[in-house]
Structures are given as structure tokens and as C-alpha cells.
């Protein structure tokens, strides 16, 4: 189990996760999960070029509601409205799923080390961070907010479309105080 503590260790090099961590944190109110009157994107600075809010009402799918540059750029089209399983190996789709169920259901935080091939055959790692945000209306987590730092530079590092990412190599679930899913 990995807490918030934790998290910030985890994510000390990584500052797209960093930032967005630190904004999260001062979001939440009396240690629960923000709403959506809660977010600032102001808080995130630099990271919000960086950061995706995906659609998590239907727990068999998730949405992007929004993709930053880094994303969009990643895949070398605009991602708003496409479905992020898509993107996925097929192995890598139900633990996705998975993990967005235990996000909303719990809710928890979750943690990815991830590794992307692009058309050319060059791999970069990604680190992701997803935090779940409620709805300001209902309370219920609705929407997942996530940042990514990848390990080449968009643009720069992966010249052209990401084609594959692979099984995430690493997950760490991350106790927002209500808990984890089980081993």
C-alpha cells in the first residue's frame, strides 16, 4: 500500500506528477476528495499541458473529457471524446478497467509505470498519476484527473504516433484514507 506520503517519494522525478499531486492535495477539503467547484487548473502551472481528465461514469470505459498537450501530442491526434482503452494492448485493457473501478469505487489513487512504443519502433516510459474527483452535485467520484511524464520529450523524444502501450510494468495503489484494493 502506497499513501500519499509515499506518493510524493515516488513522484519526486517526475514534475508533471509532482505538480499535479501538490494541487490535488490542496483541492481536497478535510481530507476527502475534491469536487469539481474544488479544482483551480491554475494551481497546476506547467503541468497543465500535461494533465487529462477522463470520463469514469461508466465504469467499463474511460473518456477523455480532456487531454493535454503531452497526450495529444503523444498521439499525434486530439483525444477529447476517444475512449482510452483504445489506445491499449488488449491484455492491458481489463487491468485498466480494474483499476478505474477501484479509483471510483474506493476511491483511491493509482500510479503507472508504463512503457510506449511509437511507429519508428522507439520506446519511451511513461509515469502516470490518476486521482479521482467527485462530482460538485451528487459526491461522486465521476471524472479521473491524470498526469503524465514521459521519459522522452513529445515532439522530441517520440517523432512520431504512439502505436502500443504496453501492460503497465508497475501499479501502485494509493490510500486516500478509504483503503486499497486487495492484493
Given at each position: 500500500m502506497t499513501t500519499l506520503d509515499d506518493c510524493v517519494a515516488l513522484v519526486s522525478d517526475a514534475p508533471n506528477c509532482l505538480a499535479f499531486l501538490r494541487a490535488w492535495q490542496g483541492w481536497r477539503r478535510d481530507g476527502g476528495v475534491p469536487t469539481t467547484a474544488d479544482v483551480r487548473p491554475e494551481d497546476l502551472g506547467r503541468a497543465?499541458?500535461?494533465?487529462?481528465?477522463?470520463?469514469?461514469?461508466?465504469?467499463?470505459?474511460?473518456?477523455?473529457?480532456?487531454?493535454?498537450?503531452?497526450?495529444d501530442l503523444m498521439a499525434f491526434r486530439p483525444l477529447k471524446g476517444q475512449v482510452l482503452s483504445d489506445l491499449l494492448d488488449p491484455p492491458?485493457?481489463?487491468?485498466t478497467i480494474a483499476r478505474a473501478r477501484a479509483l471510483r469505487r474506493l476511491p483511491c489513487?493509482?500510479?503507472t509505470l508504463t512503457t510506449t512504443t511509437a511507429k519508428s519502433g522507439r520506446q519511451a516510459t511513461l509515469r502516470s498519476l490518476f486521482l479521482p474527483?467527485?462530482?460538485?452535485r451528487t459526491g461522486a467520484v465521476t471524472r479521473a484527473f491524470s498526469a503524465v511524464d514521459p521519459g522522452a520529450r513529445p515532439g522530441r523524444g517520440l517523432p512520431d504516433p504512439t502505436v502500443r502501450i504496453a501492460v503497465a510494468e508497475r501499479v501502485d495503489f494509493i490510500d486516500l484514507g478509504f483503503g486499497v484494493p486487495a492484493a
Open positions: 497543465m499541458s500535461a494533465l487529462a481528465v477522463y470520463d469514469i461514469t461508466d465504469e467499463n470505459r474511460l473518456t477523455f473529457r480532456l487531454a493535454g498537450d503531452v497526450q492491458e485493457h481489463a487491468a489513487g493509482v500510479m474527483v467527485a462530482d460538485a
